[in-house]
């Protein structure tokens, strides 16, 4: 029977007080948590399965209270999605969800979160995203980033930026979003990354792409981690290995 392993490990980094990254696995939900140690989780490919990341906006109030809420209406609404435009569907309710838990709460004004992740079908697999944490299939010719990023172009010679063009939340008026989905035909061994920028700020796609071709899923996690440690940490880690087992 072919099955869903998702790989997964979230770490506050080493600047940040806080741990903003939220992550949801099927009905699993992971957040505000640190822990450096990966955990794995096996799911018979079947019902629809959700996993995905939310990275809650820094230098604006909540950020956990944002991507945690994302996470668990994901949780729920996840078992029902069956293609494109119910992602999206979903996502847009996340974003209202957003926006709802502030009412009457001026502490929670303008909170928001990014959101990427993958939704696992019986023969088909969908990348989506709204903001810039990133999704990437992993393949026998390199790493490719299939998510498309939230952000303004890049100046020559500038490799990441913190500005993000698209969020849930984040603003003081509900607005309707635009994600980014994709879908891909679904094969035994597939492998896909997703994960916040506390990793891929850090630590360019090259090195990325050197650690998941030398290691499997929880040495790869664990060496992925360390090397956004080592390059000083300074934003919350998350990431989540997806792969296709038989």
């Given at each position: 029977?072919?099955?869903?392993?998702?790989?997964?490990?979230?770490?506050v980094?080493?600047?940040?007080?806080?741990?903003?990254?939220?992550?949801?696995?099927?009905?699993?939900?992971?957040?505000?948590?640190?822990?450096?140690?990966?955990?794995?989780?096996?799911?018979?490919?079947?019902r629809?399965?959700?996993?995905?990341?939310?990275?809650?906006l820094g230098?604006?109030?909540?950020?956990?209270?944002?991507?945690?809420?994302?996470?668990?209406?994901?949780?729920?609404?996840?078992?029902?999605?069956?293609?494109?435009?119910?992602?999206?569907?979903?996502?847009?309710?996340?974003?209202?969800?957003?926006?709802?838990a502030?009412?009457?709460r001026?502490?929670?004004?303008?909170?928001?979160?990014?959101?990427?992740?993958?939704?696992?079908?019986?023969?088909?697999?969908?990348s989506?995203?709204?903001?810039?944490?990133?999704?990437y299939r992993?393949?026998?010719?390199?790493?490719?980033?299939?998510?498309?990023d939230?952000?303004?172009?890049?100046?020559p010679?500038?490799r990441?930026?913190?500005?993000?063009?698209?969020?849930?939340?984040?603003?003081?008026?509900?607005?309707?979003?635009?994600?980014?989905v994709?879908?891909?035909?679904?094969?035994?061994?597939?492998?896909?990354?997703?994960?916040?920028d506390?990793?891929?700020?850090?630590?360019?796609d090259?090195?990325?792409?050197?650690?998941?071709?030398?290691?499997?899923?929880?040495?790869?996690?664990?060496?992925?981690?360390?090397?956004a440690?080592e390059?000083?940490?300074?934003?919350?880690?998350?990431?989540?290995?997806?792969?296709?087992?038989?």
């Amino acid at each position: 029977m072919e099955y869903i392993a998702v790989t997964a490990l979230s770490h506050v980094g080493l600047v940040r007080e806080h741990n903003e990254d939220s992550l949801v696995i099927g009905p699993w939900t992971l957040c505000g948590t640190t822990t450096r140690s990966p955990q794995t989780l096996l799911f018979p490919l079947g019902r629809p399965l959700v996993v995905a990341v939310a990275d809650g906006l820094g230098g604006q109030p909540a950020g956990e209270v944002a991507s945690e809420l994302v996470v668990r209406e994901l949780a729920l609404l996840g078992p029902t999605l069956e293609g494109a435009e119910a992602i999206e569907d979903a996502l847009n309710l996340c974003n209202r969800a957003v926006h709802s838990a502030t009412e009457g709460r001026p502490e929670l004004t303008s909170m928001g979160t990014t959101v990427a992740g993958t939704l696992v079908l019986p023969e088909s697999l969908l990348s989506f995203n709204v903001g810039d944490s990133k999704v990437y299939r992993v393949a026998d010719d390199g790493l490719r980033q299939v998510s498309v990023d939230d952000s303004p172009p890049l100046p020559p010679g500038q490799r990441t930026t913190s500005a993000v063009t698209q969020t849930l939340g984040g603003s003081r008026a509900e607005h309707v979003l635009t994600p980014h989905v994709a879908t891909f035909p679904l094969s035994t061994g597939d492998r896909y990354l997703v994960c916040t920028d506390g990793l891929t700020d850090p630590v360019p796609d090259e090195a990325i792409d050197e650690v998941l071709r030398v290691h499997d899923d929880g040495k790869a996690a664990f060496e992925l981690w360390k090397a956004a440690i080592e390059a000083g940490g300074p934003d919350n880690i998350t990431l989540a290995l997806v792969r296709i087992g038989a």
